[in-house]
T-cell receptor, first 115, second 113 residues
Framework: GENVEQHPSTLSVQEGDSAVIKCTYS??????FPWYKQELGKRPQLIID?????GEKKDQRIAVTLNKTAKHFSLHITETQPEDSAVYFC??????????????FGKGTKLSVIP | KAGVTQTPRYLIKTRGQQVTLSCSPI?????VSWYQQTPGQGLQFLFE???????NKGNFPGRFSGRQFSNSRSEMNVSTLELGDSALYLC????????????FGPGTRLLVL
């Protein structure tokens, strides 16, 4: 099955700096890669996703890049703010047909933005 | 639209007991997936239901089971509880087409004593 590795497990940055979280996946058939943000005591929320036919996607201060050849994808957060502090999860899904999919998650990165 | 809801939010059980958790998806969503979240293992996929049929299953023992009703509400059951089953159980719903956004519920925190 799919295996997703996520690094680093913890990340501290100064407010205003950039943060980068990296993930690698094992199944070359995976074609959907979402990123979720989970604040303490709250549910995971999708912040951005990318499909395998796209190399990069941006949404304001957040961007995700995908390298299918190397089987890795990264989350970039620019101009970090204290409210960006949370645990971030990457995930990958291979197609399973008939509209079903199974997300395999990385272990998460705890991002702390220091004011 | 109202978001994904889960009941109960907190549960305390003892070893050997069984538990049933409930998930109500977003209106119109036909797919419900269940995940177990623990500090050590992170988010792990349990199973997915679509139109009352289980479409995918993760690597969990048979003590973990689920079902989905005609109104898309889903239940998850864990029998013969073990201490290691203590976790946050999250369900997520999506419309059911390929690779659409998955929306998570607030979770049920289960503590097994």
């Amino acid at each position: 099955g799919e295996n997703v590795e996520q690094h680093p497990s913890t990340l501290s940055v100064q407010e205003g700096d950039s943060a980068v979280i990296k993930c690698t996946y094992s199944d070359s058939a995976s074609n959907y890669f979402p990123w979720y943000k989970q604040e303490l005591g709250k549910r995971p929320q999708l912040i951005i996703d990318i499909r395998s036919n796209v190399g990069e996607k941006k949404d304001q201060r957040i961007a995700v890049t995908l390298n299918k050849t190397a089987k890795h994808f990264s989350l970039h957060i620019t101009e970090t703010q204290p409210e960006d502090s949370a645990v971030y999860f990457c995930a990958a899904s291979p197609p399973r047909g008939a509209g079903s999919y199974q997300l395999t998650f990385g272990k998460g990165t705890k991002l702390s933005v220091i004011p | 639209k109202a978001g994904v809801t889960q009941t109960p939010r907190y549960l305390i059980k003892t070893r050997g007991q069984q538990v049933t958790l409930s998930c109500s998806p977003i209106s119109g969503h036909r797919s419900v997936s269940w995940y177990q979240q623990t500090p050590g293992q992170g988010l792990q996929f349990l199973f997915e239901y679509f139109s009352e049929t289980q479409r995918n299953k993760g690597n969990f023992p048979g003590r973990f089971s689920g079902r989905q009703f005609s109104n898309s509400r889903s239940e998850m059951n864990v029998s013969t509880l073990e201490l290691g089953d203590s976790a946050l159980y999250l369900c997520a719903s999506r419309a059911g087409n390929v690779q659409e956004t998955q929306y998570f519920g607030p979770g049920t925190r289960l503590l097994v004593l």
